[in-house]
Structure formats: C-alpha cells, structure tokens
C-alpha cells in the first residue's frame, strides 16, 4: 500500500506529524507492505535562502500573527511537542527557503534515504534551531544519510527536482490539498495535520482493509487536524 506525504520543512506540524505516523506504523501489522514517498510543499517560496533565513517569531509577527496569538501556538505545539517526545525549540527556529531542502529529499529518494533526509531536516528546524537552507548544512545533512559530498554540491549548483517540487505542488492542488501535513493512504484516506497516533492506525488500517473491497467511486474520505496553509501560517 502506498502512502504519500506532502510535507514543508518549516511546518512544525509536519515534523510532529512525521513522529506520530511513525508510532502508529509500529503498531500496524501490515508496516512491510506499505510504499512511502515524500511530497515537496512549499509553504513560501518567497523567504530567502542559501543560509539567509529570518527568526521564525520575526516571520509570524510580520506575516500579521498577534504576539499573543504567537504564545498560544507556541503553547500549543510544545504540548504535542512534549507529548511526541522531541524536543521543543521552534521560538528560536529559522524560517527560509525550503526549495534545496526539498531537492535533497528528492536527491536522497534516488538513494532510498529519504526518509533519513526528512528526518534531519526537520530536526535540524524544530528542535536545533538551524537554517535549513544553508548549503553547508544540507551538504552535512547528506553525507549523514550516506549521499555523496560531491553529488550533492552538483545539485545544490543546478536546477536540479525544481519540475519535480513543482509537479508535486500541483498535485496537491490537483487533489484539494493546500495545508501540511497530509498522509494520502492508498489515495483514498487522507489525515491532514499532526493527529493523534492512534487515528493513524485505524486511517492505515481502514485504508489497507478497504484496498481489496473498495467502490470504483469510493470518494475521498479526510481528516482534519492542526496544519499549515500555504501562507506559511499554522494553525493554533
């Protein structure tokens, strides 16, 4: 069974997200027949990158989000934080460009080790507080998940997956997606946001109990948990 993730770095809910459905996979019976692929969404492509990044909290306040709105997100995703049990230090993250973050992944899935990527850059954001668009920090982040120093120089210096991150994006609009994280199962169950681990295992298993015996029109059935939109913004 497929699962397809469309994910962005600088959404914290997306590296929550990642942690839950990595707990229920634990607990689904089924975890050595399941196909991941990672999906490029870019919440701005706008930000500046190449190590250029701007304080997370200075992104939101100019983005028009109250300092007290601010605290109660903060509020919020340290509890799911704690309760995930990861490290909790978005105040001090950095927002910036995801575009060579995204490439990496997609050069790393050549590789097969782009869930390890994904993993990194997300701690190196959520929990270190780093940019993840400085090149010495992706070119770091590969090598640690066994990519060659020189391949990954020759990507970060091309244009390199940038159809691919666009194609990605597409698809997503293609199928009403416009927040992350959403976890398509079998493209016909879809949890949107960082929901609790126990929803993910029955979404994977309805999904895999239903592959045999669904409806040609079966329709797309969704959950909607805590996410980012494509402005950037995350939900409280």
């Known amino acids: 069974m497929k699962v397809e993730v469309w994910t962005d770095i600088m959404c914290p809910y997306c590296y929550i997200g990642k942690k839950h459905y990595e707990k229920a996979l634990a607990r689904f019976d089924h975890a050595d027949e399941i196909e991941l692929e990672w999906k490029a969404y870019q919440l701005n492509p706008d930000l500046p990158g190449n190590g250029h990044g701007i304080p997370v909290s200075e992104y939101l306040t100019n983005m028009g989000m109250s300092e007290e709105s601010l605290k109660q997100m903060y509020k919020g995703i340290e509890q799911l934080a704690n309760e995930a049990g990861v490290k ?23 590789k097969g080790t782009d869930n390890i990527v994904v993993t990194l850059l997300g701690k190196a954001y959520f ?20 990519l060659d120093e020189a391949e990954i120089r020759q990507m970060l210096a091309s244009d390199d997956f940038l159809y691919e991150i666009k194609q990605d994006m597409q698809e997503a609009a293609n199928l009403g997606f416009d927040t992350v994280p959403t976890f398509l199962m079998d493209r016909r169950q879809a ?46």
Request: aromatic letters at 4%; a negative charge.
């Open 191 to 236: 949890i949107i946001g960082s929901e609790p681990v126990d929803l993910f295992v029955k979404v994977l298993n309805k999904a895999y109990n239903n592959r045999k015996n669904r409806l040609e029109k079966e329709e797309l059935s969704i959950t909607k948990g805590q996410s980012c939109s494509a402005d950037g913004m995350c939900e409280i």
């Open 127 to 146: 929990e270190d507080g780093l940019d993840y668009s400085d090149p010495d920090l992706l070119i770091s982040i590969g090598k640690d998940a066994g």
């Open 88 to 110: 909790f230090n978005l105040p001090n993250a950095v927002a910036a460009s995801t575009r060579d973050a995204h490439r990496l992944i997609k050069l790393a899935a050549q």
